[in-house]
């Protein structure tokens, strides 16, 4: 089972002082906060300054240091941490630092075709509640076998684009050649293997970079080589244990994976417990299959291996219809699981609504919301939402538990404004909520409630129906 | 002479202090006997060649261990569809369930079945279709036995589940007797077994399950669904009485589960008739909240909770539910790619969390989510890893 950060355990290797330099109160918060996993051990200056916290501070590393270490690619402010992971399994504790997603370029596009895909890449965005969903690094692959075309390369994104590289090639010549001009972007090398790993590390040692170590399908050799650089040092590593998509093969790469993460994880195997990366570009070796069948394989199979436990991953595609699933995945992964998922209470405006818009009203329950709004969107009207505090839960359950009442709804429109807003007072509420109707109506002098569907999904034809007769009577 | 042993004298040609008069050099011998005295005498008398050899440290050979655990619980195995013999009419039967490990952890247990996937069929056109999903049937919507026929023969599908949508109270109301024709004509059309979904409404779909099970008694169906909200002891009871399997649906919550397969399995619903399905939320739409809760319920079960030890249905068809699926946005790309993507993908999320039976909708995504369990449930796999060039992957031209 996983070792999970206690607060106690941190607060034990902590000053004690409750000097407040890591902007908490107390080292107990603090202690809270690390072990939750949304403040560092580093925070707290005087651990690491005064010197009689030594002997604290060795141990505190070790209490800290998650079963997965986290890998920092790049340098401030465009970097990308991977890895620090310290559950196989969401719901135990939040998952931190989401998958980093790569796009593969290559080293003999002429200059300008690349720099116009790295920045293609670089400014891919995707609003999504709030969040711009976001590439991560680029891949320059070696395919020109030249270390002075690859270096030019390297050198050409580094002057065009802030994001992170990764340097892929097995050919130390020409990862060197390329190191000399970003080594100190500390670029992710990729890779070493059981053929050219002294030279690799070399590399990785002199310029200090983080690397890549690939064993594909060979997992004794993958921790040999781990545990090799671990012994001289080396702990800046992300494994590599190949990504198989062809035949049947999938399904090995799936538990390989696993088996890494769980090793690392709940059986302590410090040697695989680094960040694990999965190549999804792969499907393009494949000769068979079209261009969209590969496209679609190739977003699978990212979904896939992010959901198992890959904390980076080489895409070749980037059509938004085969990232946006990824992302969106990405994003719903990385949330808190033990939050209720909710939004704030409030009004919220669907297109443009004005002062003779219809109101809906529905709980704070997050997936309520979204379908509410989506549906209500699809209904192609302005309009007002309404959002109740139904304590998270879903709007037959709050109303069914009390928690969803007349009351917190007319609460909810009297704080919104819209009273003195609106020349047209119609409020609808949700079919599950109707039982209400009544009682909000004597609360709401000057209103017209109307009880909508059941399931939001006849918000459309409940507007085409009855709203717009309503709305054209009021 | 051997390469290495010419090598061998090479390197001792450059250690001229090197002792040997102590030994009887025998050629096989000496690359081995003699490697550790020849550079530790280097170290000595060659520092600028020790500089180099301190380098060429060697490879620390490890073993990596498959992180195997034993779990005290098993998943029962669900026999959906009976066939003459067994006192139904079905040309085939499927089974599903049967775990004994976390989804698709190979290293422990190969999966006993493979995840099956139903595709949907609605007794009458009367649910907006999303457009990609409508133009896989738009020659067979009127007829729920056509769309079941081409949902099996043209598209692929394991099983059918037909929802009885036409008796929704606030759609049509038709009465149990009215929608039963149209069970019997898909079951009529196909061999093989159907999943009966109703409205949603827990008043109106018991009373079509009582009508329905008692008229297909013996052919091992599935209901779809019990809530919280509806008499789960009468509905435990004409599921066991008529010898069919039932879905209880809980929503997203872990305790509401336990507690319908409590109720059930205390009303006499037999432990190996019963499917849990969390809710499966849209991609995007709280399909991580499914996605943990399936997660949860699955070791649950294996660690030993008998209330959770059942296979799981994933309605990934709610995946259209997501404006992303259907909507047209030209800088999303084209919907026809997108959709199908969105819906298999949803469902791809249930398969990792655990997920043995899926409702889908549209032909590619369903297409692409058998293959994948066929592929992940194959007891021993065909393909070898040392014959895939993997590493090529950087040399790549496309
Ligand atoms: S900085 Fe360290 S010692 Fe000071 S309050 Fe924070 S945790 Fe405690």
């Known amino acids: 089972m996983p070792k999970i950060l206690r607060p106690l355990e941190v607060y034990g290797v902590l000053p004690q002082t409750n000097c407040g330099e890591c902007g908490e109160s107390t080292c107990m918060a603090f202690a809270a906060k690390v072990a939750d996993g949304v403040a560092d051990i580093t925070q707290c200056k005087p651990l690491f300054k005064d010197p009689k916290y030594k002997s604290k501070l060795q141990k505190a590393l070790e209490v800290t240091r998650p079963p997965v270490k986290p890998v920092t690619i790049g340098t401030p402010p465009c970097q990308v941490i991977i890895g620090g992971k310290r559950v196989m399994y969401r719901h135990e504790l939040t998952y931190h630092n989401p998958t980093a997603i790569a796009v593969d370029v290559i080293d003999d596009m002429d200059a300008d075709s690349l720099i116009k895909r790295a920045k293609a890449i670089e400014s891919y965005s995707f609003e999504r509640i709030g969040q711009q969903l976001k590439l991560n690094l680029i891949a320059l692959r070696c395919v020109s076998d030249s270390p002075e075309k690859f270096a030019k390369a390297a050198d050409m994104l580094s002057k065009n684009v802030s ?41 990785a040692s002199k310029y200090k970079c983080p690397i890549a170590i690939s064993s594909p399908g060979n997992l004794d050799m ?22 198989f998509v062809r035949g049947d093969s999938l399904a090995e790469t799936i538990n390989i994976f696993t088996m890494l993460r769980r090793a690392a994880i709940e059986k302590g195997d410090k040697l695989v417990g680094f960040p694990l990366m999965a190549v999804p570009a792969v499907v393009w070796m494949d000769p068979e299959g079209d261009e969209v069948e590969k496209k679609m394989k190739e977003s699978y199979v990212a979904s896939i291996m992010m959901t198992r436990y890959a904390d980076l991953l080489i895409m070749h595609s980037f059509d938004p219809w085969v990232l946006m699933p990824l992302l969106v995945w990405r994003q719903n992964i990385y949330t808190d699981p033990r939050v209720p998922p909710s939004v704030k209470p409030g009004v919220y405006e669907i297109g443009k609504p004005t002062d003779v818009s219809p109101v809906f009203a529905t709980g704070n329950f997050a997936l309520t919301y979204f379908l509410v709004r989506g549906d209500i969107e699809n209904a192609k009207i302005d309009a007002y939402l309404v959002v109740a505090d139904s304590e998270g839960l879903s709007v037959e359950s709050s109303v069914a538990g009390r928690r969803l009442t007349a009351e917190k709804f007319a609460e909810a429109i009297k704080s919104s404004g819209l009273d003195q807003k609106l020349k047209k007072k119609v409020l609808i509420i949700p079919g599950r909520a109707a039982r209400l109707s009544g009682e909000l109506e004597e609360l709401l002098p000057g209103w017209k409630i109307l009880v909508g569907p059941r399931d939001s999904s006849a918000i459309p034809e409940f507007v085409e129906k009855v709203l717009k007769k309503e709305m054209e009577l009021t | 002479m051997s390469k290495e042993l010419l090598d061998l004298l090479k390197l001792l040609d450059q250690a001229s202090e090197l002792e040997l008069q102590d030994v009887t050099i025998e050629a096989e011998e000496l690359a081995i006997e003699f490697l550790p005295v020849v550079m530790q005498t280097m170290a000595v008398t060659a520092p600028e060649a020790a500089v180099a050899l301190k380098k060429v440290i060697e490879l620390k050979m490890e073993k990596f261990e498959p992180p195997v655990i034993k779990y005290p619980g098993s998943i029962p195995e669900v026999q959906i569809g009976a066939t003459r013999a067994e006192g139904g009419t079905r040309g085939k039967v499927i089974k599903i369930g049967g775990e004994t490990c976390p989804p698709f952890y190979r290293f422990e247990s190969p999966p006993k079945n493979r995840p099956v996937i139903a595709l949907d069929v609605f007794d009458q056109p009367i649910v907006p279709l999303a457009g990609p999903v409508k133009s896989a049937y738009k020659d067979v919507l009127e007829d729920p036995a056509e769309w079941a026929k081409k949902a099996i023969q043209v598209y692929g599908a394991d099983l059918i589940s037909l929802h009885l949508v036409s008796t929704d109270p606030t759609l049509k109301d038709t009465p149990p007797q009215e929608a039963a024709k149209a069970v019997e004509r898909v079951l009529q059309a196909v061999d093989i077994p159907i999943i009966i979904g109703g409205s949603g409404n827990p008043q109106k779909d018991l009373q079509v399950f009582q009508y329905l099970a008692e008229m297909t008694a013996g052919e091992r169906l599935v209901f779809a669904s019990a809530t919280i909200d509806m008499d789960l002891d009468a509905v435990a009871k004409v599921m066991s009485k008529y010898g069919h399997n039932l879905v209880a649906l809980a929503f997203m919550d872990i305790n509401q589960a336990k507690e319908l397969s409590r109720k059930l399995t205390e009303a006499g619903l037999p432990k190996d008739h019963l499917i ?48 992303e699926a259907w909507m047209k946005v030209d800088e999303w790309g084209p919907r026809e790619y997108r959709g199908p993507l969105w819906e298999a993908t949803t469902a791809i999320v249930g398969l990792l969390a ?7 909708m549209h032909p590619l995504a369903a297409k692409i989510v058998k293959g994948l369990a066929e592929i992940l449930s194959k007891p021993k796999l065909d393909t070898k890893l040392e014959e895939i060039n993997y590493n090529d992957w950087i040399r790549m031209r496309v």
């Open chain 1, 163 to 203: 994001l992170p590289l990764i340097l892929c090639s097995y050919n130390p010549d020409v990862i060197e050649e390329a190191l000399t001009v970003v080594g100190d972007k500390r670029p992710l090398i990729y890779a070493a293997t059981k053929d050219n790993w002294k030279e690799m590390l070399d590399l």
């Open chain 2, 354 to 360: 655990g997920a043995d039976m899926f409702m889908m």
């Open chain 2, 276 to 323: 849990l399905d969390p809710t499966t939320g849209a991609l995007g739409y709280g399909i991580e909240y499914s996605f943990s809760v399936m997660e949860r319920i699955r070791l649950s079960g294996l660690m030993g909770d008998e209330t959770l030890q059942a296979p799981l249905s994933c309605a990934a068809t709610n995946a259209w539910a997501a404006r």
């Open chain 1, 222 to 243: 993958l921790k040999s080589l781990a545990s090799t650089f671990v012994g001289t040092g080396m702990e800046d590593i992300v494994l590599d244990p190949g990504t």
